[in-house]
């Protein structure tokens, strides 16, 4: 199909410095968990999101120094020549297919702990980042950097930026967000500096400046130098020369920088999840820096709708859609804009799976793009996938994100495929959960996936069709897969911090109850130790409804792991905003007669609360009754000619979104592969060449 002429301007080309990129689709850098030890898993992620269209496509971000030194969180290294062979293996790859490579290279400053490198941090002026978040967490304080380290450090820039455009990159960075080192000289909370670099604003840019001239330098021309900088904290401040200390900046660097590159400051609100912020939710914050500069700017802003690109750029906000989670979610986005195929965009859905990989220390995750971070280590495209193995047909039982997507990627390896359904709606978890606060944009995993579905004529979806192992022998089908989904269950939790005993009686309720239509009158306590959305989305949903809701919690916060999504700074301000009560470290006892029992987690103290309700949010267990029913009678599933029954997704091991459907998507792949196809490849550091000079600020 041919490109709606609407959307032309998205795909003409933009000169950065001395580069050109082909169209405006920007992969902005993005933490993806794949270290220098994973070259080939990296080179490969990146070089997909290329052959998909973008026009620039980044790396996460790379320590110039070993006084950067991120570990155990996943990040990249440039510090020495097989540094260099290892990113050149990016960019020949992102090149192939006709895009800019660009290079954040990034030094941590007083936010890094240096586990490994064992090296003091530096920072401007002493100051650590006491930050609440474990993995971010350490006692090694930074030390104030004297002139003598700020000539090191701009001599490191410069040595790899030089290495930079060794490794064959386009576009080099100057980091200056996100509470890193440059940031922290920007910042008044970090730099208490009575030299040359602290103080005025402009005093306080130097270092900045600095960074961007000795790039541009160690360059020569070559390559386009980008700044990175977040706007949010400096927007927010008053100058005495400027609507805001950040237009002061944008002003003083104004056409310094080749590209900029803006962004707000923290992870939880640069990457906002969909549960707490619009598409495009960026703007107020940067709109305002294409006004004071004549050197194009990047932003994101969670861009999965062509009309809103379009709209950012004749507005004057952007030149170039920048996007990390929509790259991730489709790598294709831009080749489908350009085909006029807008309707099969898979949009990102806000769910921040993405970032709690970086979190979690592993190569990136991602809810709607089952392939992503998978694409060298198991040979999986977003788009393209094998002929079917054999002419045997697929059941599929049960309309979930597990057997939807089973469903899909079987069809279009072209098996004949019934995906049947007991509900008159697919959807499984989704029908209930897409209708809770701020849950509406995770509809897009089911509504992809039907509309992709509606074009299969190999497939064939039976709704309204609860299917008895019996009716499933009867079938006449090569293989089942059993995608029945998951239960939550009524157990408490023990003192070993396991699922306990079931709790029974009046006024108990699971997140099924609630699906079901179980709505409690009056007070609600919510006993969460799912640790995930679901507690706080029930709990939000029963204020709003008007019931007192008190929200206690064994762990330290509400909803833990969600620190991991983003989602948890947001959720507690939500708690505050609709008056829900919060008890950590708590445990319910026992629920009889209206009353709950708490017990705290370590003092062992009970209390007594009143309430109409007990709504328990803890676990799961798989719903998979049928599967053990079928596979409990081998010679039946002989005499049914059924040569293979498979759990999967939520019936195999409850899991989130992103496992059942990473799980279907496996089941479908592996169908009739042979063997060797399955091996788990492992990526291994390219072999050193040469024996490693020793880095300056170790020796
Ligand atoms: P997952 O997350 O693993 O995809 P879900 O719980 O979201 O699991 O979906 C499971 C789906 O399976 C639900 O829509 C449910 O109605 C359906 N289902 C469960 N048992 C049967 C059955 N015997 N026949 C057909 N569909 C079933
Ligand atoms: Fe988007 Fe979620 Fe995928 Fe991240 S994991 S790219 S937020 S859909």
Redesign the pocket.
Known sequence: MARNPRYDLLFEPVKIGPVTARNRFYAVPHAAGMTNSMPHMRARFRETKAEGGWGVVCTGYVSIDPTSDDAPLPFATLWDEEDVHSHALMTEAVHRHGALAGIELWHGGGSVMNRTSRVPPLSPSGTAWMATHVNFMGHQRPRVMDADDIRQLLTWQADAARRARRAGFDIVYVYAGMGYLPYEFLLPEWNFRTDAYGGSVANRVRLVRELLEVTHEAVGGACAVALRISLEELRARPSERAASQAHEVVELLADLPDLWDVKLDSSPTDCAPSRFAAEGSHEPVIGFVKALTRRPVVGVGRFTSPDTMVGQIRRGVLDLIGAARPSIADPFLPRKIDEGREQDIRECIGCNICISSWHDSVPVRCTQNPTAGEEWRRGWHPERIAPAGSEASVLV????????ECALSLGRRGYEVML????EE??????FETRLPGLAAWGRVLEWRRGQLERLPNVNVYRG????AADILELGVGHVAI????RWSRRLYSALEIPAAELEGPGVLTPDDIAAGTLPRGPVLVYDFDNYYMGSVLAELLARQGCAVRYVTPAGHAAAWAIMSNEQPHIHRRFAELAITLSTLTRVRDYAGGVATLENQFSGATEAHACAALLIVGARFA?DE?FQQLRGDPPALERAGIRSLTR?????A?GA?VH?IY??HRFAEELDADREALRYRRDAPLPRREALPRAASLA
């Not at 049947?420 to 509900?423: D, F, G, I, V, Y």
């Not at 697919?426 to 029908?431: K, T």
């Open positions: 039982v049960g309309a979930g994100p597990a057997g939807l049947a359904e007991a509900s697919i959807g499984g978890r989704l029908r069709n609860h299917l008895s995608a029945t989904g998951a719903h049928l999967i997704g939520d019936a195999c409850p979104l059942a799980s279907g």
